[in-house]
């Protein structure tokens, strides 16, 4: 299901900093915009409310997961909260072990050649490229090149509507949205309309 959501829309809503009380009128308009796959950090105001809140109120298809998960008591917490997607900015073995376990998809944060191929040996289901301002894309085509093919790799940190091309020519599958999306203090309405540029760039990108 998760690598059906992001077939259908490669883009993952990051709501870092979002509060239960707003969430799920955030979690509405992204999905109306045609978003399948939303993350709450969990360095955001009481995170496993917010990801509750989100998986009640919105449809089945729709994948909720957490960001920012550290430990193993984490990816147990973001399941008892109804979380179905572990994303981190690391791949600390002992979260991806505990994820997998959990029967949790899993996105772990890698750089190198190393760490892509560790996490994929140890189950991760898509590869969060992190930080992607500072690695670029020629680092996506040497990934890609050497990679199993069809790993879906996704750039996450400094991504907008206007510098998606270049990666999507590398070859990724998809892309993580933060600050350009969704930051602190943005109503439901303003994020639709970045949710709607955001969407029109990928499926002109994407066709």
Not at 57 to 76: F, H
Not at 126 to 142: D, H, R, S, W, Y
Request: one cysteine or more; hydrophobic letters at 50%; aromatic letters at 6%.
């Amino acid at each position: 299901m998760f690598k059906q959501a992001l077939a259908s829309n490669g883009l993952i809503a990051i709501l870092r900093g979002v509060r239960p009380e707003e969430v799920v009128g955030i979690g509405e308009v992204l999905y109306a915009e045609g978003f399948r796959v939303i993350e709450v950090p969990l360095n955001s105001p009481e995170p496993y409310r917010s990801i509750r809140a989100l998986r009640d109120s919105l449809p089945a298809d729709c994948v909720i997961g957490a960001g920012t998960v550290l430990s193993a008591e984490q990816v147990q917490q973001v399941k008892a909260a109804g979380g179905q997607l572990i994303v981190m900015p690391h791949s600390d073995p002992a979260v991806l072990q505990a994820a997998k376990a959990a029967g949790l998809w899993l996105a772990p944060g890698v750089a190198t050649p190393t760490e892509a191929f560790a996490a994929l040996a140890a189950g991760a289901d898509v590869l969060k490229l992190f930080p992607a301002e500072m690695i670029g894309t020629a680092v996506v085509k040497a990934l890609l090149a050497v990679l199993p093919t069809g790993t879906a790799l996704v750039p996450v940190g400094g991504i907008s509507p206007d510098n998606m091309q270049a990666f999507v020519a590398a070859g990724v599958k998809g892309f993580g949205l933060g600050s350009g999306l969704y930051r602190p203090g943005l109503s439901a309405a303003e994020v639709a309309t970045r949710a709607a540029a955001y969407v029109a760039a990928w499926r002109r990108l994407s066709a």
